[in-house]
């Protein structure tokens, strides 16, 4: 019995009253050490004796499924599902590990990381500093061993009649050849009695496919968002273009990896942060670095890596855009309904409304320069941060001081300014200047 339910139980005043009744069967996560895997208990959840039956020998299932198919890409993270099936039950865990075919007892095959708040990670060594000792014989001496498996709130969630957790395997960073990952999983009633809960074991073997070419970076092909110029500021969000960038398409969970599709990208050898990948596109936050002047920006895959520059400046300007020209943003409303700012109509696609005389309007961009106060990069950020040194903004030449100029989110500038009277109709150019830098000179905003 696991030392989570153990705490569960010794808290409840009336347990000692009610000894024939066993606790949910697991809901915090199993132990590490059932899933099957040689090492592993062969029989996966059923030796705790929370749960009954011959693994698979009741009418569900558990499935396991790779992004990748049946292949992995040394270091490039994909994702992985586990499904739990038995129309007769109605919750759903499971504890899934992954091993090196050669020597599966000793030899994990890279790390699990959780995408929601529904699964949790354990090692051998964070499994005993928790409490949670593995199955005896499971943690053999040199192991590299690591599990991943439902929660609390993951079991809670579950219902049926299957429920499938998703998470990401990041494999090797070399080729270690054949990798199998063995699941256990179980299904059960949710009432406190154990003999209602049935185990299921499955295994996906996946082998090592070939990374690919290596990454070009094209010329000038390190910019700000929707700008062309090569000039880039600490925290910026950035681009890079080339070719063979990453395998696939990767967008992150607003969590600010390091580390996307296999794909990584330095700046003056600090490490950036991704938000998009692709192969003929990377979009990512430049890391926090005092340097000025030309810098080697570098992207690394698994096929190898290539070397581009870019200049690092205090401030590098750029409006971000709902187009080719069109400056991203809002119309504010006391309403609350503000309208997105554009062409009134639906000609880009979707509603948008042009601003008139006396409308507040918000504008957004990026690299306007320092804030007070400073945010740093790679963390998220709500509020309200304004610019160190004045933004003007000139629309159809005429300038305009705005209301607030600063960071109102991650690397995401705000601009705040009304609409003055006598500027015309339609799209007129738009540009803004902080520190002596301007923005980019195609952009338009759109009035009437």
């Known amino acids: 019995m696991s ?91 499971f ?18 990381t959780p995408t929601d708040g529904n699964t949790q990670v354990f090692d051998c060594r964070s499994a005993v500093a928790a409490g949670a000792p593995p199955f005896p014989g499971s943690c053999p001496s040199g192991n590299t061993l690591q599990w991943i498996e439902h929660n609390l709130t993951g079991y809670t969630r579950s219902a049926a009649p299957s429920t499938t957790y998703s998470f990401n395997w990041t494999p090797p960073a070399t080729n270690v050849g054949t990798v199998t990952l063995y699941a256990g999983g179980n299904a059960g009633s ?3 009695q154990a003999s209602f809960t049935l185990t299921y074991l499955a295994s996906l073997k996946l082998s090592p496919a070939s990374a690919g070419d290596p990454p070009t970076i094209g010329v000038g092909g390190v910019v700000p ?25 990767a967008t992150w969970n607003g969590d600010f990896p390091t580390s996307l599709g296999g794909t990584s990208v330095t700046v003056n050898n600090k490490t950036a942060y991704l938000w998009f990948v692709s192969p003929n596109q990377i979009n990512f936050q430049a890391p926090d670095d005092p ?93 309200a941060a304004a610019t160190v040194n004045n933004v003007q903004v000139q629309i159809h030449g005429v300038t305009i001081n705005p209301d607030f100029a600063g960071l109102s989110s991650a690397g995401l500038y705000q601009i705040n300014l009304k609409i003055p009277p006598g500027l015309g109709t339609g799209d007129q150019p738009l540009i803004a200047t902080v520190a002596g830098v301007q923005t980019q000179s195609t952009v338009v905003i759109s009035l009437q």
């Not at 339910?5 to 132990?31: H, M, Q, R, T, W």
């Not at 590990?97 to 030899?107: E, G, L, Q, T, W």
């Open 190 to 192: 949710g009432a406190l």
């Open 95 to 112: 504890e899934l590990s992954a091993r090196v075919d050669s020597n599966p007892k000793v030899m994990g095959a890279g790390t699990f």
């Open 225 to 249: 968002v929707d700008s062309a110029v090569n000039t880039i500021q600490p925290g910026e969000w950035a681009s890079i273009y080339g070719t063979n960038l990453a395998s696939g398409n």
């Open 291 to 383: 340097a000025t002047g030309i810098v080697n920006v570098t992207v690394t895959t698994a096929a190898g890596t290539a070397t581009s520059t870019a200049t690092l400046a205090h401030a590098s300007p750029a409006f971000l855009l709902l187009d080719a020209t069109h400056v991203a943003g809002f119309i504010f409303r006391a309403s609350g309904s503000n309208d997105i700012l554009g062409p009134t109509g639906t000609s880009l696609g979707y509603r948008t409304v042009a601003a008139k005389a006396g409308d507040t309007v918000e504008l957004f961009g990026i690299g306007f320069g320092p804030t007070s106060p400073a945010v740093p990069a790679g963390q998220a950020f709500s509020g």
């Open 3 to 93: 030392r989570r339910k153990n705490l569960l139980i010794k808290s409840s005043p009336f347990v000692l009253a009610i000894a024939s009744i066993a606790i949910y069967a697991y809901e915090y996560g199993p132990d590490p050490g059932y899933t099957g895997a040689p090492g592993d208990n062969s029989t996966g959840c059923t030796a705790s004796g929370c749960h009954v039956g011959a693994p698979n020998s009741a009418g569900g299932s558990v499935k396991i499924v790779a992004s990748g198919g049946t292949t992995y890409v040394p270091g490039q993270t994909q994702q992985i599902q586990v499904a739990i099936t038995d129309s007769s039950e109605r919750k759903y865990g």
